[in-house]
């Protein structure tokens, strides 16, 4: 039986055309993950999220994650659990789809990115983001060569898999409440179920 091809595997990622970049772009939402050995550009938006670039770059294969929670307080109490919307999945699926397509993993890149404090009142979801995933990158045995995390703005993210170059933008006002409101129903989702250029990464 043949493998998946990157096509096959992420039929289900929205993808497009930009004029203004070389490679096609695939979109992803909370709880979903790329992979491609072909050159791609990645694209997110994090509020509170955090999404986790990494690729080889001896051969350019590479991704990007976008995860909502650390870990499920229950890890495999129900299907629903075992799922890329938790860090603690998405990373490992992330880094196994990468090592899977001859990815080395002493050799991975890794850069960092969201876990904004968007929003209102005594529990920052993205600071504890932010913890759980230097502490897994660091338990892994993993280094972050580049982070981006914190602050209190939305951020609008660019990976391009082949260079690991990064266009991120900090969205100063946010005219309309989609991403506040689309963390929040996601959010609702889970707990519903029950059991200016820097070194690559480019301000725009």
Request: with cysteine.
């Amino acid at each position: 039986m043949k493998p998946e091809t990157d096509l096959q595997q992420f039929s289900h990622i929205r993808r497009m055309r930009d004029h203004r970049f070389p490679h096609e772009i695939a979109a992803i939402l909370p709880g979903e993950y790329f992979v491609s050995v072909e050159p791609m550009i990645v694209y997110t938006v994090l509020g509170s999220c955090v999404s986790a670039c990494i690729r080889d770059p001896v051969n350019g294969i590479g991704g990007m994650n976008h995860f909502m929670l650390p870990q499920p307080k229950n890890p495999g109490a129900d299907s629903w659990g075992e799922s890329t919307r938790y860090g603690s999945y998405a990373m490992e699926s992330l880094i196994n789809d990468i090592l899977k397509r001859g990815g080395v993993k002493s050799r991975l890149e890794v850069k960092l990115f969201g876990a904004g404090r968007i929003y209102e009142g005594n529990i920052d979801v993205g600071a504890k983001n932010a913890e759980w995933v230097l502490e897994y990158v660091r338990t892994e045995g993993l280094t972050a060569c580049k982070t981006d995390l914190g602050d209190v703005l939305p951020r609008k993210l660019y990976y391009f898999t082949e260079s690991g170059r990064v266009l991120m933008k900090k969205i100063e006002r946010v005219k309309n409440q989609t991403i506040l409101e689309r963390e929040r129903e996601y959010a609702s989702k889970l707990h519903s179920v029950k059991p200016v250029e820097t070194e690559d990464v480019t301000l725009f």
